[in-house]
């Protein structure tokens, strides 16, 4: 009796596993996992943060979120940045995904996976209302495009033989245009069109194709995630199959823009055209949140830990012993020779590819802390050494150590003359943490843009993010005259 239970469990185990293997693919296959998807956030109508909601919303948004309910996947972990820094942040495992209306070409296919298409599109030249001359790509020749400087239309510009301007997005290239600073752009038809609608624009048109080549659409996995792409793909597939696509598409732009033929794009917008003074009302809270959770926490953290590198380095570069001094010496010269901008993509997109990888908050924390500490060091010398030397000598003569004498004596004082100019640099620090979007870091300045971008009103929301950046200035101003007021009274 016993042995025949057994086999008959033996055998309800080896039924239940064949059923599982043969089981058809379904959303079990994503094991729930969080996907991280890299995004702009500032491309109409495919992806941008809508102000009323604050939600990151759009064509590529709606697909990508498809994709990870067939799929299996947990709810999808948007990251945004510029398109420019997407494909570093792939590179380096910063995000698992990009769906960012990336055009399939055979560079890009030589180093990435692509999915079945889910968008397809057609180039075309846009120039100024009054320039009737650019019609095709064969007249770009000798002429300034405003492009994205890693997008396939940049690519597309450059060989016809024209220039290329590098610009964030087609919002800034279209200003670019309208300001007469660029002659054409080559961009996407669905993007044009969307812009043309939204904003109800007649300072800029569309004068004709940008050749014949109909553009296909993807989402971008690096090699080492085929299973994660051939999850997308499959999905992709079933949501072609029961026209969850077309009905996505249908919403956006009047066509499915899914298939290779669509109908004549016919781009609807429900972004009703709002005053700067409704723009403004609507971006306030996001800046002033970006302000409280990224700008102020990277200063403060950024100048208190700079300030300590800064002694440091500063000690060790007055130290007689060379093998202090010397490599306190290049580290000097190698933080004032370099570019912020260059430091934080190497802390934040390169160590990952020499097995580090830091939080981008982290990652831009560390950057301008040692940039800080590089500056700061020079100062706090200068500070030490205009103490006048008798100080150091008086204080050794009666019996202090010469450590003693630095921290007591000679310290405090050089701490009075290094407040001016290192409260320069705090206020340096508190602009340059503007930088920090690039690493996928959302700050003052990354909710500006994503205003920017949805409303099309550049200069009052510019002007409004720069009225926050002075108030913070103004605000440690008042506090370092306080302080200078406050050190004054032990002046002799």
Same mark, same amino acid.
């Given at each position: 009796?016993?042995?025949?239970? #057994? =086999?008959?469990?033996?055998?309800?185990?080896?039924?239940?596993?064949?059923?599982?293997?043969?089981?058809?693919?379904?959303?079990?296959?994503?094991?729930?996992?969080?996907?991280?998807?890299?995004?702009?956030?500032?491309?109409?109508?495919?992806?941008?943060?809508?102000?009323?909601?604050?939600?990151?919303?759009?064509?590529?948004?709606?697909?990508?979120?498809?994709?990870?309910?067939?799929?299996?996947?947990?709810?999808?972990?948007?990251?945004?940045?510029?398109?420019?820094?997407?494909?570093?942040?792939?590179?380096? $495992?910063?995000? @698992?995904?990009?769906?960012?209306?990336?055009?399939?070409?055979?560079?890009?296919?030589?180093?990435?996976?692509?999915?079945?298409?889910?968008?397809?599109?057609?180039?075309?030249?846009?120039?100024?209302?009054?320039? @009737?001359?650019?019609?095709?790509?064969? @007249? !770009?020749?000798?002429?300034?495009?405003?492009?994205?400087?890693?997008?396939?239309?940049?690519?597309?510009?450059?060989?016809?033989?024209?220039?290329?301007?590098?610009?964030?997005?087609?919002?800034?290239?279209?200003?670019?245009? &309208?300001?007469?600073?660029?002659?054409?752009?080559?961009?996407?038809?669905?993007?044009? *069109?969307?812009?043309?609608?939204?904003?109800?624009?007649?300072?800029?048109?569309?004068?004709?194709?940008?050749? +014949?080549?109909?553009?296909?659409?993807?989402?971008?996995?690096?090699?080492?995630?085929?299973?994660?792409?051939?999850?997308?793909?499959?999905?992709?597939?079933?949501?072609?199959?029961?026209?969850?696509?077309?009905?996505?598409?249908?919403?956006?732009?009047?066509?499915?823009?899914?298939?290779?033929?669509?109908?004549?794009?016919?781009?609807? %917008? $429900?972004?009703?055209?709002?005053?700067?003074?409704?723009?403004?009302?609507?971006?306030?809270?996001?800046?002033?949140?970006?302000?409280?959770?990224?700008?102020?926490?990277?200063?403060?953290?950024?100048?208190?830990?700079?300030? !300590?590198?800064?002694?440091?380095?500063? !000690?060790? #570069?007055?130290?007689?012993?060379?093998?202090?001094?010397?490599?306190?010496?290049?580290?000097?010269?190698?933080?004032?020779?370099?570019?912020?901008? =260059?430091?934080?993509?190497?802390?934040?997109?390169?160590?990952?590819?020499?097995?580090?990888?830091?939080?981008?908050?982290?990652?831009?924390?560390?950057?301008?802390?040692?940039?800080?500490?590089?500056?700061?060091?020079?100062?706090?010398?200068?500070?030490?050494?205009? =103490?006048?030397?008798?100080? *150091?000598?008086?204080?050794? %003569?009666?019996?202090?150590?010469?450590?003693?004498?630095?921290?007591?004596? &000679?310290?405090?004082?050089?701490? #009075?003359?290094?407040?001016?100019?290192?409260?320069?640099?705090?206020?340096?620090?508190?602009? $340059?943490?503007?930088?920090?979007?690039?690493?996928?870091?959302?700050?003052?300045?990354?909710?500006?843009?994503?205003?920017?971008?949805?409303?099309?009103?550049?200069?009052?929301?510019?002007?409004?993010?720069?009225?926050?950046?002075?108030?913070?200035?103004?605000?440690?101003? &008042?506090?370092?005259?306080?302080? +200078?007021?406050?050190?004054?009274?032990?002046?002799?």
């Amino acid at each position: 009796m016993k042995t025949r239970n #057994r =086999v008959l469990a033996i055998l309800g185990v080896l039924l239940g596993l064949s059923a599982l293997l043969a089981a058809p693919a379904t959303a079990a296959d994503g094991d729930g996992r969080v996907v991280r998807v890299g995004t702009e956030g500032t491309y109409p109508p495919f992806t941008f943060v809508d102000p009323r909601t604050e939600d990151l919303t759009g064509y590529d948004i709606e697909v990508m979120d498809a994709v990870a309910k067939e799929a299996g996947w947990g709810e999808p972990d948007y990251v945004q940045s510029t398109f420019d820094a997407l494909f570093p942040a792939l590179d380096a $495992d910063r995000i @698992d995904v990009i769906a960012n209306q990336v055009t399939i070409n055979p560079e890009r296919e030589a180093r990435y996976l692509f999915t079945r298409p889910y968008t397809y599109s057609r180039g075309v030249i846009v120039t100024a209302a009054g320039t @009737d001359d650019v019609t095709s790509l064969d @007249d !770009l020749k000798g002429l300034t495009a405003a492009q994205s400087e890693t997008s396939n239309w940049a690519q597309v510009a450059r060989d016809a033989g024209a220039t290329v301007q590098s610009v964030e997005g087609f919002a800034q290239a279209a200003e670019l245009l &309208v300001q007469g600073r660029v002659d054409v752009i080559v961009n996407d038809n669905i993007a044009v *069109l969307d812009y043309l609608a939204s904003t109800g624009s007649d300072d800029i048109k569309i004068t004709g194709y940008a050749g +014949e080549e109909v553009s296909e659409q993807a989402l971008v996995f690096p090699k080492s995630q085929q299973a994660l792409r051939d999850q997308a793909d499959k999905a992709l597939e079933q949501l072609g199959s029961d026209g969850t696509l077309a009905d996505i598409s249908e919403k956006y732009f009047g066509a499915d823009v899914s298939v290779e033929n669509p109908d004549e794009v016919d781009v609807t %917008t $429900d972004r009703d055209p709002r005053s700067w003074g409704e723009v403004l009302q609507d971006a306030a809270w996001p800046m002033l949140r970006g302000a409280i959770q990224g700008t102020i926490p990277l200063t403060a953290i950024s100048f208190a830990a700079g300030l !300590l590198i800064g002694l440091a380095v500063a !000690l060790a #570069r007055m130290s007689p012993s060379r093998l202090l001094s010397a490599p306190a010496r290049c580290y000097i010269s190698l933080i004032r020779g370099t570019p912020l901008l =260059v430091q934080l993509f190497i802390f934040f997109y390169g160590l990952p590819q020499v097995g580090v990888t830091l939080p981008g908050f982290l990652a831009g924390c560390l950057a301008l802390s040692l940039n800080v500490g590089g500056y700061a060091a020079e100062i706090i010398r200068g500070s030490i050494l205009s =103490v006048p030397r008798g100080q *150091l000598e008086a204080a050794t %003569t009666i019996g202090m150590e010469r450590w003693q004498a630095m921290r007591r004596i &000679v310290l405090p004082q050089a701490a #009075r003359i290094a407040v001016p100019p290192l409260s320069n640099s705090l206020l340096s620090l508190v602009k $340059d943490t503007s930088l920090v979007s690039v690493i996928l870091v959302t700050d003052l300045f990354r909710e500006a843009q994503n205003a920017a971008a949805f409303s099309q009103q550049f200069m009052p929301l510019y002007i409004f993010a720069a009225l926050y950046y002075w108030v913070i200035c103004f605000a440690l101003s &008042v506090g370092q005259g306080r302080l +200078e007021k406050r050190l004054g009274r032990y002046a002799v």
